[in-house]
């Protein structure tokens, strides 16, 4: 599930066209990144479930408790790209080693709102 406990060292970044989710997936395959996935559309939303409504209980609780943090609005962001048409990539797992090289992948295809979740704490490496 995004955005929960169980989902901490994820780094998530918005893409504006297909062409350029699939160029960054590509590249990151190469780099030896191969966890990423691509939220899009409607089932992108149900992924994301910013409300909680598709994973469970404990999706709902978190997403209440979120809503009282500052998570909350990084959580809309996304939800809000996805409604406009835009993609969002995530890559579970990525250590602090690893987030200028991935930052520059980012960079290279043209992502915004890139942010590294960790354990009560935002990294924002692109606005």
């Known amino acids: 599930m995004h955005f929960t406990f169980a989902a ?17 997936h590509h590249e990151l395959c190469e780099l030896g990144f191969e966890r990423a996935e ?37 959580i809309s962001q996304y939800a809000a790209q996805l409604h406009t048409g835009h993609l969002v990539m995530s890559i579970r797992n990525t250590g602090r080693e690893h987030r200028a090289q991935l930052k520059d992948a980012f960079d290279r295809h ?12 935002v990294d924002i490496l692109t606005p």
């Open 8 to 24: 901490r060292n994820t780094l998530y970044g918005v893409l504006d066209t297909p062409d350029a989710a699939d160029g960054l």
């Open 38 to 74: 691509i939220l899009y559309g409607k089932a992108g939303l149900r992924e994301l479930d910013e409300y909680g409504r598709y994973h469970g209980l404990l999706c709902r609780m978190t997403r209440v408790i979120q809503h009282l943090t500052r998570e909350r609005e990084f």
């Open 110 to 121: 043209g992502a915004h709102a890139v942010h590294h979740y960790g354990l009560l704490m």
